[in-house]
């Protein structure tokens, strides 16, 4: 079924992306390795369609107007240059060159995207990438195209985006989130030399133990310097003394406690003293359709 502008502005076809957690193997997967994360249902960016060509700014991440040069300032002391405005901007770029790159006809109709996002900043949650998938998935819908764009090779689009903004990173991220729930990825070069993508293998969620997310409220200490503790901040420093691992490049951790409640009370005692919000893990479901789900089990 064809989806029109006016459809989609009717329907309200929003589109959520989790946050992820990065179990084992980060960041293996920029080294041709092997990785497993999973999707955090309680933390997403959404992206909406609407007719008219437009993106949309958010009214707190993409501020622009402010009562005083001195809270300008401190805004971006705090939360940086950058809100998901480019982020937007850039797939639907990567998104388009892909089209004609691969014969693709896109319908000569226009669009708005806008986004929203609850995923703590500078947490390591992905909350960039988040913002990009949620927007292809929008993009793939309105020009009903998902058919036409492999849902392997859906990751290297959104991460081609951001490189275009500048951000670093590997594919892991954005296949947990073009997936959804609990994922296996090899990114051995055979695999990616031959198919273009790696092999991901969605699993059942129920195969994780119970885990609880740690992260700070105030994540702005990154660290500062070129080697060590400093490189890390001590922010990160406390939390991986108190828990477990990274749930990314910092920010956040993920703990197992598995001598049970007690145990639990006490991190979240640990956890309250030290300032960080902790929680246990959501796992969110896969965000693909019924047929692509068919059609990765039958490949």
């Known amino acids: 079924m064809e989806v029109t502008a006016e459809a989609v502005a009717e ?5 959520r992306a989790y946050a ?10 920029v080294y041709s390795g092997r990785a497993l994360s999973f999707t955090i249902a309680d933390f997403s960016a959404t992206v909406r369609p609407s ?8 009214p707190h991440h993409d501020l622009v107007a402010f009562p005083s040069l001195p809270q300008l300032v401190s805004r971006l002391q705090s ?3 950058y809100g998901g405005v480019r982020l937007l901007m850039a797939i639907c770029k990567v998104f388009y060159n892909h089209c ?3 014969n693709i006809s896109l319908k000569a109709e226009n669009f708005t995207l806008s986004y929203d996002t609850n995923i703590p900043r500078q947490a390591g949650l992905s909350g960039s990438s988040a913002i990009v998938c949620a927007a292809l998935s929008c993009l793939l819908d309105f020009y009903d195209a998902r058919h036409l764009i492999k849902v392997e090779m859906r990751p290297n689009l959104i ?3 951001e490189k275009e903004v500048g951000i670093v990173a590997g594919l892991q991220d954005r296949v947990a989130q073009v997936y959804g729930g609990l994922v296996y990825m090899d990114f051995s070069q055979e695999h990616m030399d031959k198919l273009g993508h790696g092999i991901y293998m969605p699993l059942d969620v129920n195969l994780l133990p119970s885990l609880y997310l740690i992260y700070a409220e105030n994540p702005s200490d990154s660290g500062k310097g070129n080697v060590g503790d400093g490189v890390l901040g001590s922010v990160n420093i406390k939390m991986v003394e108190a828990a477990s691992k990274f749930t990314g490049s910092g920010g956040a951790v993920v703990a197992l406690c598995p001598d049970g409640d007690s145990q639990v009370e006490l991190l979240r005692k640990a956890c309250q003293e030290a300032g960080f919000v902790v929680q246990q893990v959501k796992v969110a479901p896969s965000v693909l359709t019924d047929a692509e789900l068919s059609s990765l089990l039958a490949s």
């Open 159 to 161: 991460l081609n985006a």
């Open 20 to 29: 992820r957690v990065g179990l084992l193997g980060n960041p293996s997967d």
């Open 100 to 102: 004609i790159q691969n």
């Open 79 to 81: 939360e940086g240059y």
């Open 11 to 15: 329907m309200g076809l929003k589109q």
């Open 51 to 58: 007719p008219e060509l437009l993106i949309q700014p958010h």
